[in-house]
Nanobody, 122 residues
Framework: QVQLVESGGGLVQAGDSLRLSCAAS????????MGWFRQTPGKEREFVAT????????YYADSVKGRFTISRDNAKNTVYLQMNSLKPEDTAVYYC???????????????WGQGTQVTVSS
């Protein structure tokens, strides 16, 4: 059974940093590209960042480019999202997801975590 478990969310002030982690089990982690998405109430889940199987390529939403960094450690079956210079509009539930291709659309992802709340106060 595939499990993706996010951690690291919390309440921070604008300008602060957070690092999210997502631990994967039940799949061959290095066979999957990993992504981070986020969602606020009443809105569609939106793409944040994705990273290829061995971390050779990454891709970011324009809204986070230059502030967020996605990385992975295949030895630990874990993907990270380093979030710097956080803004109130980054407030959302953040989800990690796995797919076999390097994609940005949520419907293209096979497995999802339960999410972790990030709240940025102004």
């Amino acid at each position: 059974q595939v499990q993706l478990v996010e951690s690291g969310g919390g309440l921070v002030q604008a300008g602060d940093s957070l690092r999210l982690s997502c631990a994967a089990s039940g799949l061959t982690f290095s066979d999957y590209a990993m992504g981070w998405f986020r969602q606020t109430p009443g809105k569609e889940r939106e793409f944040v960042a994705t990273i290829r199987w061995r971390g050779s390529s990454t891709y970011y939403a324009d809204s986070v480019k230059g502030r967020f960094t996605i990385s992975r450690d295949n030895a630990k079956n874990t993907v990270y999202l380093q979030m710097n210079s956080l803004k109130p509009e980054d407030t959302a539930v953040y989800y990690c997801a796995a797919n076999r291709l390097f994609r940005t659309m949520n419907y293209e992802y096979d497995y999802w975590g339960q999410g972790t709340q990030v709240t940025v106060s102004s």
